[in-house]
């Protein structure tokens, strides 16, 4: 974590120090004549701050292992977390404008899977049907790049913007879960329970190191002085999978955000 904290504030840096040469560079002018004569509009350049949440749906297809034999298969499941990071939005022109963010992304999520049922002998020693559930907890975070473009609707402050992502996976850890279902009288022997905790933070074993997604999404601008009020929502499409084949795990999301820009252009 202090990994991912060092890096987005060093990030952070770099945006900032490259924003502020795009100012140096765009307000010094050649013979005086010429600013006088070819006078170009300054542009907004905001940078800042951002936080949100995201809700994610995963598409999979993978089993995990406790170590001895492989348990059940995992289908699809869904996760949510919180996100934050910098953002910056350098304007070509007074509607066009480049985007690009940091953000570190938790897209933790639980998946849920049936398992043959057993026969079992009762209290009164007649034979019954043991029903029970499988549950894998998966703890997942990215540290993601978004270079998006947007376009202004009319110098009103909404805008539109899309365009490719690029994540390096961290963590990948997993937790795994049986449960009875029916007879809810049958407990486990060893929690006394209906349900027992088998795995406990083991790595996926084929979890990959990058992901590539498609995002796009509307915000707005509300400026106060030289200062931006940013909500932001997005949709981000996946093009890979965060387990490497056999195993598939796709994450489809819906995040909004909210940031705190400033504007060092205009």
């Not at 060893?190 to 992901?211: K, P």
Request: one cysteine or more; hydrophobic letters at 40%.
């Amino acid at each position: 974590m202090h990994y991912v904290v060092d890096s987005i504030c060093r990030c952070a840096a770099v945006l900032a120090v490259a924003c502020v040469v795009v100012v140096a560079a765009h307000a010094q002018g050649g013979r005086r004549t010429d600013v006088l004569l070819y006078q170009r509009p300054i542009l907004p350049l905001f940078i800042g701050i951002e936080g949100g949440y995201g809700q994610w749906t995963n598409e999979a297809s993978f089993t995990v292992s406790d170590s001895k034999l492989p348990c059940a298969l995992f289908t699809n499941g869904e996760g949510a977390g919180p996100l934050g990071g910098v953002k910056g939005m350098l304007y070509f022109n007074r509607w066009f404008f480049f985007t690009p963010r940091i953000r570190y992304e938790t897209r933790s999520g639980e998946f849920f899977t049936g398992l043959p049922d057993e026969p079992v002998r009762d209290e009164t020693n007649a034979i019954v049907q043991l029903s029970q559930e499988a549950q894998v907890d998966a703890t997942m975070a990215t540290f993601t790049f978004d270079p998006l473009v947007g376009v202004e609707i009319a110098r009103t402050g909404l805008y539109l913007c899309g365009g490719p992502s690029a994540s390096l996976l961290l963590d990948g850890n997993y937790d795994y879960t049986e449960r009875i279902k029916s007879p809810s009288r049958f407990t486990y022997v060893a929690t006394g329970t209906t349900e027992q905790s088998l795995v406990t933070g083991r790595s996926f074993q084929n979890y990959a190191r990058v992901a590539f997604d498609i995002r796009g999404g509307a915000g707005f601008i509300l400026r106060v002085g030289k200062f931006g009020l940013n909500p932001e929502i997005f949709y981000s499409l996946p093009l890979t999978s965060a387990l490497t084949s056999p195993d598939k795990l796709k994450q489809t999301g819906i995040v909004g955000t909210f940031s705190i820009l400033y504007n060092l252009g205009e």
